[in-house]
T-cell receptor
Framework: GAGVSQSPRYKVAKRGQDVALRCDPI?????LFWYQQALGQGPEFLTY????????KSGLPSDRFFAERPEGSVSTLKIQRTQQEDSAVYLC??????????????FGPGTRLTVL | GDSVTQMEGPVTLSEEAFLTINCTYT??????LFWYVQYPGEGLQLLLK?????DKGSNKGFEATYRKETTSFHLEKGSVQVSDSAVYFC?????????FGTGTKLQVIP
């Protein structure tokens, strides 16, 4: 595809439900990032993959958050037992492995999660 | 750790006015610096970037210069348009992850 895609675009969950958010990076991009953007704030780093390896998960706010990228392409961010404070836009980004765009992360449109 | 501080908004300007949005950063090493823009209802888009000291990034009439001595990367545009209304994020990239500021909302009125 032309860009990073995410699904669903919107998700409403009841408190305590588990959710799964999907990210399809740009083809050929080995690096993939997840960010959380609370209302009125800038995105905050959650976790980073290089291919299938999760190299940094220091931003995950609790052990209810889990991310995977088993085949080094599509990634899923899972949130277990959702809480109201998990309500945010979850952004996925991928990065070119080389070239002039190496430093740039390309962002998807995000998934807006609302926990009731 | 890394951090980015940018001026709080909202900023309201008349069309053709001069724009400055201040951004300062704290980082170890030599980060790359970015401005991202988020138009209403859309995702984050890279506006411009600079990868080393004294580099000037520019795009769509916007400019920002990487000032290592003042650890700043202020965004400027000489004449704003209504279509520039958006939220602007200053950001830095250290080793891998990107650290963002809180965003500055710009509203340009005709």
């Amino acid at each position: 595809g032309a860009g990073v895609s995410q699904s669903p675009r919107y998700k409403v969950a009841k408190r305590g439900q588990d959710v799964a958010l999907r990210c399809d990076p740009i083809s050929g991009h080995v690096s993939l990032f997840w960010y959380q953007q609370a209302l009125g704030q800038g995105p905050e780093f959650l976790t980073y993959f290089q291919n299938e390896a999760q190299l940094d998960k220091s931003g995950l706010p609790s052990d209810r958050f889990f991310a995977e990228r088993p085949e080094g392409s599509v990634s899923t961010l899972k949130i277990q037992r959702t809480q109201q404070e998990d309500s945010a836009v979850y952004l996925c980004a991928s990065r070119s492995p080389s070239g002039s765009s190496y430093n740039e992360q390309f962002f998807g449109p995000g998934t807006r999660l609302t926990v009731l | 750790g890394d951090s980015v501080t940018q001026m709080e908004g909202p900023v309201t300007l008349s069309e053709e006015a001069f724009l400055t949005i201040n951004c300062t950063y704290t980082a170890t090493g030599y980060p790359s610096l970015f401005w991202y823009v988020q138009y209403p209802g859309e995702g984050l888009q890279l506006l411009l970037k600079a990868t080393k000291a004294d580099d000037k990034g520019s795009n769509k009439g916007f400019e920002a210069t990487y000032r290592k001595e003042t650890t700043s990367f202020h965004l400027e545009k000489g004449s704003v348009q209504v279509s520039d209304s958006a939220v602007y994020f200053c950001a830095l990239k250290g080793y891998q992850k990107v650290t963002f500021g809180t965003g500055t909302k710009l509203q340009v009125i005709p």
